[in-house]
């Protein structure tokens, strides 16, 4: 199941990343990436990695995440480099969609990397104090944080200096809200997959043991 929701968790990041580029809006006051709605589902797949297969599995699958985020950003580079083909017309679309802004890039990695391993070390100080009871706790606790913190490195590296200083908290503040609201609503399936995950390894250490 490990290499199930390694699978997911890098598939979902990547698909993050090319969504990026899309805005929406919720009425007149939020605007949001379309990556949102995708890398939300992240941090519940981390913390079901985290207590279920122990904080060291949950510290490889985000750094695999990065690893292949670097991958990703090389291969599509690449991509955008190569010669059209003659009856090829959309080359700029193409560059448009594939291609973020420096700052943009740099943001995403940062703001990951950091935002991801905090939301693995709170989440286990949380364990450590309470055992395996009270997970709605230590998922919730440790996503809202780390979503905090994600949003704001993220919006501060990519926008500082573009927008006015109130734009760019409103900014924060609003994005925050949006997955605030997610991380919240995502704790039922944090249950459901630490209960798969667990039914999971006991009936393979029970096919273990009679081998």
């Known amino acids: 199941m490990l290499l199930y929701l390694n699978g997911a968790f890098v598939g979902l990041l990547i698909l993050s990343n090319i969504l990026a580029v899309k805005l929406f809006s919720i009425g007149e006051w939020l ?17 079901t990695i985290a207590e279920v297969y ?3 599995a949950a510290r490889k699958t985000v750094f695999a995440g990065f690893i292949t985020q670097l991958c990703a950003l090389a291969f599509i580079y ?8 003659p009856f090829f017309g959309d080359q700029a679309s193409f560059e448009t969609i594939f291609s973020a802004g420096f700052r943009v890039t740099l943001a ?15 989440f286990h100080k949380l364990k450590d104090r309470h055992g ?20 704001t490195i993220f919006i501060a590296i990519a926008f500082y200096g573009t927008m006015p200083l109130s734009a760019l908290i409103a900014m924060i503040l609003t994005q925050y809200a949006f997955k605030w609201c997610a ?29």
């Open 132 to 151: 395996d009871s009270k997970l709605w706790l230590r998922n919730n606790a440790s996503t809202m944080v780390s979503q905090l913190v994600d949003t």
């Open 31 to 47: 605007v949001l990436p379309a990556a949102v709605i995708v890398y939300v589902f992240t941090f519940p797949i981390t913390d």
């Open 183 to 211: 991380a919240a609503l995502d704790t039922p399936l944090v249950y459901l997959l630490v209960k798969i995950c667990r039914r999971e390894r006991v009936t393979a250490d029970h096919i273990y043991s009679k081998a």
């Open 78 to 85: 690449f991509a955008i480099q190569l010669p059209s083909a």
């Open 108 to 122: 995403s990695l940062v703001s990951y990397f950091i935002s991801q391993n905090l939301d693995v070390t709170i």
């Open 54 to 56: 122990g904080k060291e």
